[in-house]
């Protein structure tokens, strides 16, 4: 059977969270929404890429009991809580407690597992293929005077507030919460709006 074919991300695109479905984890312990998997392609280009073939990974994880993380070899993550009061978290022996809006960069392949001092949390989560993606989120605060434009290679993420999308035909699109949008294009498309956008950057990684 032949491998699925990378599909574009169009510059504006809009990835809506209410239509991603959950899907519960192996150890009963929380649920996976998974946003979008893919590839580079040329000139930061974006595309999605179903199965397990992908480079990048977005994804909102519901965390409802302590235990250990999956282990993904190869992998760089980069986990931030986005709701709730935080966790602490064990990488290859060393602890430490991980607040709000407060992006942690680890090897995925490091055994690592978290306890919740303060309950269940949801943690928003990028992957990234070591050595072919390099990947980056910046947690910033949106202005209604200043849209936040989204470059090639970027993605963005409505973590809090109220936003809408301006790009050619979807201007002034509103955005719910946990909704994406895919950035490039010559006219990049930008987020207006009060909140907070967690910005996703993905560039060609170093062998």
């Known amino acids: 059977m032949d491998a699925p074919q990378p599909l574009s991300l169009s510059p504006g695109t809009v990835i809506a969270y209410s239509g991603i479905s959950p899907a519960p984890w192996r150890n009963g312990g929380g649920v996976t929404r998974q946003i979008v998997s893919g590839k ?11 199965g397990d073939g992908w480079d990048w990974r977005l994804s909102i994880a519901d965390v409802e009991s302590e235990g250990p993380f999956s282990a993904f070899a190869g992998m760089t993550r ?5 709701e709730g009061e935080g966790l602490a978290i064990n990488i290859d022996g060393v602890e430490q407690r991980l607040g709000r809006y407060e992006p942690l960069q680890f090897d995925g392949g490091a055994a690592t597992s978290s306890t919740l001092p303060a309950g269940p ?9 070591s050595g072919t993606v390099n990947g980056q989120i910046d947690i910033e605060e949106l202005s209604p005077e200043h849209p936040r434009k ?7 993420v409505l973590l809090q507030g109220r936003a809408r999308l301006l790009a050619g035909e979807s201007k002034h699109r509103p955005l719910e919460r946990y909704d994406t949008v895919v950035g490039g294009g010559e006219d990049a ?3 207006t709006g009060s ?9 060609e990684g170093r062998p």
Not at 40 to 50: D, I, K, M, Y
Not at 121 to 129: A, Q, S, V
Not at 195 to 203: D, E, I, P
């Open 195 to 203: 909140g907070l956008l967690a910005v996703v950057s993905l560039q």
């Open 189 to 191: 498309p930008a987020i």
């Open 150 to 156: 989204l470059f090639a290679g970027q993605l963005g």
């Open 78 to 82: 980069i986990l931030t809580v986005i």
């Open 40 to 50: 580079l392609g040329v000139l930061g280009t974006l595309e999605a890429v179903p």
């Open 121 to 129: 949390i949801r943690d928003f989560n990028l992957i990234t293929r």
